[in-house]
């Protein structure tokens, strides 16, 4: 079956500083990858997604993440962190296997200090 | 105006009352799902449908009941609220034609229940 594993239940960086994400999944087929964001008190949006296109995704506010095969990663990163990034963050994988329904990680909540 | 919408957005209640949480979407994606978030816990799936006649239970279904009165439109009950269920519920769509997964969420409903 598959699964998704975060890293870390909490993250904290310096402003301008690197954000680094971790996200491992199973899946016995060729997945589909997500980051998700959740603002404090709003839903969550696609932050970015891999769908067996180019291995380094670029999404929304800076954020990159690169599928690894070898090593059944998708981490999530940043050059510089900023006070707005400070979010959940969630990880999650589909796949054929799965009828593609999301399997999601437990999150990850990036603190951001000044 | 928000292509998935949530009522109520915030609701307290008491032990034992009936509650429904009311889903409407303007995407036009066959596929609505109902997922619950705790702390910690990430995001579970409660029910999923995949058209109007077809319903299916999610990871932790019991205490819970959907209705998809049309494409557009799906409900989440519970019959007989207790306190384990204060959580933070969303309603997602999906495309079902483009098999990648991918989530388009609301912005939650914070039900309390006392």
């Known amino acids: 079956a598959q699964s998704v594993t975060q890293l870390g239940s909490h993250v904290s960086v310096s402003e301008g500083a690197l954000v680094l994400l971790r996200c491992n999944y199973s899946s016995s087929v060729p997945p589909y990858l997500f980051w998700y964001v959740q603002y404090p008190n709003q839903g969550l949006q696609l932050l970015l997604k891999y769908t067996s296109a180019a291995t380094l995704v670029k999404g929304i506010n800076g954020f990159e993440a690169e599928f690894k095969k070898s090593e059944t990663s998708f981490h999530l990163t940043k050059p510089s962190a900023h006070m707005s990034d400070a979010a959940e963050y969630f990880c999650a994988v589909s796949d054929r296997g799965s009828n593609y329904q999301l399997i999601w990680g437990a999150g990850t909540k990036l603190i951001i200090k000044p | 105006d928000a292509d998935v919408t949530q009522t109520p957005r915030n609701r307290i209640t008491k032990t034992g009352k009936r509650i429904m949480l009311e889903c409407s979407q303007t995407k036009g994606h066959d596929r609505m799902y109902w997922y619950r978030q705790d702390p910690g816990l990430g995001l579970r799936l409660i029910y999923y449908s995949f058209d109007v006649k077809d319903i299916n239970k999610g990871e932790i279904s019991d205490g819970y009941s959907v209705s998809r009165q049309a494409q557009a439109k799906f409900s989440l009950s519970l019959e007989s609220a207790i306190p384990n269920q204060t959580a933070l519920y969303f309603c997602?769509?999906?495309?079902?034609?483009?098999?990648?997964?991918?989530?388009?969420f609301g912005e939650g409903s914070r039900l309390t229940v006392l």
């Open positions: 997602a769509t999906s495309d079902g034609s483009r098999y990648t997964g991918e989530l388009f």
